[in-house]
């Protein structure tokens, strides 16, 4: 069935049912993604999957409902589930966006990305492995050489005559490499996330692969004990994302979050922004308005170190008694409203990454985090958490480390920031949003290293 | 799902470029989630996923198509968009037609389907947690109460004549307890999920679920920090399984092993483990959480030694990396939904029963960390390194369990911990999750009873 066709029946047939407000959210995703394993095409899969979500107002309660099969039998599939989780949910309800007139007219939809046609996508990843075997004998194989393209087109309508739409395209490329010397295996990745797959030069990708991979052989441990770290700017958008919902005020309505309460405090040290751009171009969240037709606009959360405002939805905007600030987000039609940030950064500074650990007397440096899903407490802050990187000694980095962890806590972390790079780029793990940073100098964290 | 005939058409158009083998995976799934926060119902949101997933292999090329548009025209289109990627001589193609449909042995009986029970029922049950939550202790200062359940529809059909549909029903009930002071908060979390229906949230022993999850919060909030350093690591039954799942499970799925990139890969028949483990998965247990009847490749569901006595016995294996292996499927090609292609997958993977009780275990650890509850953990499967977090922890000092600590992580490379595995408890006990990997989210049980690994790197804020 039509969208149209689909919209008008749910309508009509909820209103007869007695249903004052409803909205329907849509979203489609067309994507395609490759893998290359040594020459040959390993994987390859096409999609195309569009479903709906169903917000309504019944007996002044809300109910939701989800549903990827349009048909007759969803609508009355969707009304009557609706009606029975309305009846059930207890919390506030919340009426409808009835939208206004402050929408920017931003396409983020790129039609020369859609034109490259799967031939070239091909024959690119075909080129960088080819590259990647030939950089170094100590190569033994890429464990990912993969190309993802996805269209995300969305579409809002209520029954109170809002009507918007949306569309955002992008690609990224993602080539893993595991070398190995004597008996030692090391693995690393190139990412990158962009519109313009002509700007990526094959040879500058495999270089990078496979120099960040040996960079990793040749492992040392060092003593366990407190050092000044920096995070690279992989590790420092990673870690952000894992503690990003700290920000929302979904979150500290739910004293779930150690930033209650602190509107115009100092959380941070005074050399961190963070900025919140929903037009970012190359964005994965952009968008012109929320999932609730909300229109989006900039925002900077922390100012110099201070918390200015949370990330707000229509419901946690009207019970503090503010402005939405266009953050109500479904993650996709399945779910129901929460609050997230959109295109969410740590705006960079000046200093390059080589200049952030040229000013360490001793340190280590933390490339990659692993087990954030597990080892870190997003509402105390706390973490311990598996990581690679290197030790450095007078500027200089001195060799790789074995496997380590670190420990601390990010809200105390986010106050020992002595020094933000200017290397900014943005962290692949995006279900937190599409979260940034650049490599960061943390005071001291405690390290354990194998 | 869908009717015969266009199932047939599709496979048909599937191999129309040369393909070898066609698959096409038809799911309808209902969805229930409800959340109890705050001691309100915040959350109930049910819903419908319908897709149909259509798979190409020609050799070692596989391509992977799907779709929600049910119509002729859209499956005949992904089939077609599919068959495109195949670039091959078309010649005669092998397939089993016309399909006849098998029956599937159902071995884990369900009894309430989940959309057959009235919501206000179901959350009774999320209330009467709540208040076993609440009423723990007074430093519990949130309960947050989950219900999942599901209801998924499969018919799997390929061109060498498999056509069989499954349903498969799963319910969860998960407990989350924080507990918070002035300048602390801390979690504790319990999720007993099996693949049954409605039956399995009734019947729950809620007392000692919503306790357990309560207390560990209230322990947490008055833990020291752990140490840092190797010793000796303590861990119990359960979901203690899941080191053995990050360190060993992933490096034994086909998926790692085919290409290479696993430690274990060319050593069936090698000594790869301390005598005393003997690791296992079983997707055939009664109703357990990772349990099905068959794959998503439509291959019966059976029980895998993988490892015997400390001796590598095989692998687990999914039918298309059973090419590049020269291999059979063994029933263990497994996927989040119709938006992904299966691979080689865990269902309920175990560590086997020794003989030590868990009482000499700890008499017998001098100095070391008795990891209670165990939070998720991954590995990279090139090299084996995994980490793993503690939910619950304590010293072991002289033979005795001393005071909790927390913020514990465990590191250390899979290949090298299951040789160090010193004791081997009696009291096998399994604990469902949830397993990410390219093949999606997927439910599956870790088990083992307790055990001690003689050295572990833990990770915590006490550098000494």
Redesign the interface.
Known sequence: MELLTFRDQLFAEGEKLGFTDLELYYEKQSGFGCQI?KG????????????V?VRGLYNGKM???????LDED?VS?LLD?IK??SS????DPQDLFEGNTNYEKIDFYSTRLSEIS?EEKIDFLKKVEKKIYDYDKRV??T?YAAIQDQLVEKALFNNKGLALQDRNNFLFVVFSV?VKENDE???DFYFKLTKDLHSLNPEDIAKEAVEKSLSHLGGKSYS???YPVILNNFAASSLLATFSPSFSAKSVQ???S?LKGKIDHKIASSVVTLVDNPHLPDGIRSGTFDSEGVPTKQLTIVEDGVLKTYFHNLKTANKDGVEPTGHGHKSSY???VGVSPSNFYVEPGNKSYEELYAGLEEGIIITSL??L???A?P??G?????ADGFYVKDGKIVSPTN??????NFFELMQDIVDVGSDLIFSPMDSYGYIGSPSLTIKGL???V? | MLNKALIEDVLNAALTTGGDFSEVFVE?RF?NR?SL??S????????????VGIRVFKG???????????SKEGLLQ?AN??SQ?IQSTPGEHNIVLPLVKQTVNTIHPIHLMPNSVE??RK?QVLRKADQIVRDYHSSI??AIIGLLEEEQHVLIANSEGTYVEDTRVRSRLVVNA?A?NEH????GFYGPGRYQGFEFIEELDLEHYAKEASRIAVTMLHAD??P??KFPVVIDNEFGGVIFHEACGHGLEAAAVA???SVFANKVGEKVASDLVTYIDDGTITNEWGSINIDDEGEKARKNVLIENGILKGYLIDKFNARRMNAESTGSGRRESY?F?PTSRMTNTYIAPGESTPEEIIANTEFGIYAKYM????V????G?????VNEAYLVKDGKIDKPI????L???GAKTIQKVDMVGNNLGHGAGMCGASSGSIPVNVGQPMLRVSEI????????
């Not at chain 1, 390993?42 to 569009?50: F, G, L, M, W």
């Not at chain 1, 109910?63 to 099969?69: L, Q, R």
């Not at chain 2, 939070?375 to 991954?378: E, K, T």
């Open positions: 394993y040959e095409i390993d994987d390859y899969r096409s999609s195309t999957v569009n479903g979500s109910g939701y409902a989800y549903t990827e099969k969803s599939f589930n029975e989780n059930l949910i207890e919390d799967i033994v194989q464990d595991v295996i090391k693995s366990n004990k407190t739910d004293n779930q150690r399945k779910d129901s692993a087990g899903h597990s080892g407490n509402i105390s706390d973490f311990s958490l598996a496997q380590m962890t670190i420990a601390g405690a390290v354990t194998d | 309808d969805t409800m926060q705050s309100k119902l915040e959350k109930s949101l049910s819903g419908r996923d319908f897709g070692l090329n596989s391509v992977y198509a799907y779709t929600n548009d049910f992904a968009a599919a990627a919501k206000t959350l200062s949130q924080i918070s602390d908060m801390q979690t920090p752990a840092s350093g290409k290479n990139n938006k292609a939070g998720g953990g991954s990279n499967p090139a090299t390194d995994y980490n793993f977090a927390r913020g514990a992580t590191i250390g490379n790197t833990v990770g915590g804020k006490e550098a000494n």
